[in-house]
């Protein structure tokens, strides 16, 4: 445990940011006092704020510890100000018990608040059934896909009336791969312009009508990850007018480009799925706005640097986030959403919808906490990334605001 007091801080307490203040964390509860001799962090006005909940984690250890581990997701959480993460990897299923018990190993040690996906089939192969039923007693938050094709529709069946007995919520990315073969943009005015061939929405929304009627017919809880259109987000609107339990999240790259940010053909955003339109972007922005998002997510998949040092068709899809994350959106947030509810997108919401306990700041009460200067800057160079990966869209950008530090687990750094 670690004890800091941090002067002249604005604390966002129940909904709204308070006058600037000093505030004792003694073992990581905030405190009247702290013993003497505490070290003293001058905040200058930041803003002191709950700790950020990352959906849509995925460090690749153990299968592919060669790009990346645990211990380099660690450090970008801990680096971006985040307590806890909802954790599932496309290249580790967690189909069965012995999978769950090493998993669950691997990310408890570390202080953070973890949750994990179990997968809803064998090898996320879509042949055979997880051990739903077993990993739900074990634990798991929910069951997923991996990012994977779900497989036919009597599968997909087989799968949700399964493990419907858990009572648990089902996450799916909505894609076909079939519709999408080939593509690695927007199929649109820019695909058009530069003559490569694109994903159209319909490779989102075609598989996203067959799960939301598939959980509507077997009255299944659904969350949509990373929804990327406004057809899509249509959707789920008109399926939760009919009483469907269906939650969604929006792609933090989603919501900050579009494919008109593609011009220089940056492979750091080559990802899966596309970036769409500048049209569909501020419907996902409306969507947060009205409710219909709950949340952002993190989207964060480390990849080689040779993998992204080729041309834009042969680089492999995906971008990390955790560490410059709440600088890149806090602008935007708090511009479409309020300071109160750009909190709750990237905090209070991703927690509840991974089932853990949201970050609060409250006295006499345990604070996982960021301490953000928006008036600051985040220069964005490899250095800034845990481990050796670097595939971000912000490397060699200067982001309005600034991580002074955080308390999580006790710990301020």
Request: glycine share 10%; charged share 25%; aromatic share 10%.
């Amino acid at each position: 445990m670690d004890n800091v007091i941090l002067k002249n801080v604005r604390p966002f307490v129940n909904g709204k940011l308070e006058e600037a203040t000093n505030v004792a964390l003694v073992d990581g509860v905030w405190r009247n006092s702290a013993p003497e001799g505490t070290r003293e962090v001058e905040g200058n006005g930041a803003y002191l704020i709950p700790a950020l909940f990352a959906l849509g984690v995925d460090f690749q250890e153990p299968a592919r510890d060669d790009i990346y581990t645990y211990r380099d997701g660690f450090k970008a959480m801990r680096r971006g100000g985040f307590y806890g993460g909802l954790y599932e990897s496309s290249a580790n299923p967690i189909d069965g018990i012995q999978r769950l018990i090493a998993e669950k190993s691997a990310l408890e040690f570390s202080g953070f608040k973890m949750r994990i996906l179990g997968a809803i089939n064998q090898g996320y192969e879509a042949k055979a059934l997880a051990e739903m039923l077993e990993l739900a007693g074990v634990g798991v938050a929910g069951f997923g896909d991996g990012n994977r094709a779900f497989g036919s529709m009597r599968f997909l069946r087989l799968c949700l009336e399964y493990g419907s007995m858990t009572g648990k919520r089902f996450f799916f990315l909505p894609y076909d791969y079939s519709l999408a073969h080939g593509g690695y943009v927007n199929e649109g005015n820019f695909s058009d312009m530069i003559g490569m061939k694109g994903v159209p929405e319909q490779a989102e929304t075609i598989p996203l009508f067959s799960l939301l009627e598939m959980a509507r017919w077997l009255g299944v809880p659904l969350h949509i990850k990373q929804v990327t259109s406004k057809a899509a987000l249509d959707l789920i609107r008109r399926y939760r007018e009919q009483g469907l339990d269906v939650t969604c999240d929006v792609d933090i790259h989603h919501l900050l480009f579009c494919d008109e940010d593609l011009k220089t053909l940056n492979t750091n955003l080559n990802l899966h799925p596309p970036v769409r339109s500048n049209a569909d972007r501020e419907a996902l922005w409306n969507g947060l706005a009205d409710g219909s998002i709950q949340a952002v997510s993190m989207n964060h998949f480390p990849v080689h640097r040779e993998d992204k040092e080729v041309n834009f068709e042969a680089a492999v899809p995906g971008a990390i986030s955790l560490e410059v994350a709440l600088p890149a959106l806090w602008k935007s947030l708090t511009e479409h959403l309020g300071i109160a509810r750009a909190i709750e997108v990237i905090s209070s919401k991703p927690a509840e919808i991974a089932g853990v306990e949201k970050a609060e700041l409250a006295f006499n009460k345990t604070a996982e906490v960021v301490l953000f200067d928006p008036q600051g800057e985040t220069e964005v160079t490899a250095k800034t990334f845990a481990g050796s990966v670097e595939n971000s869209p912000f490397l060699g950008q200067k982001l309005p605001g600034k991580i002074l530090g955080s308390c999580i687990a006790g710990i301020w750094r």
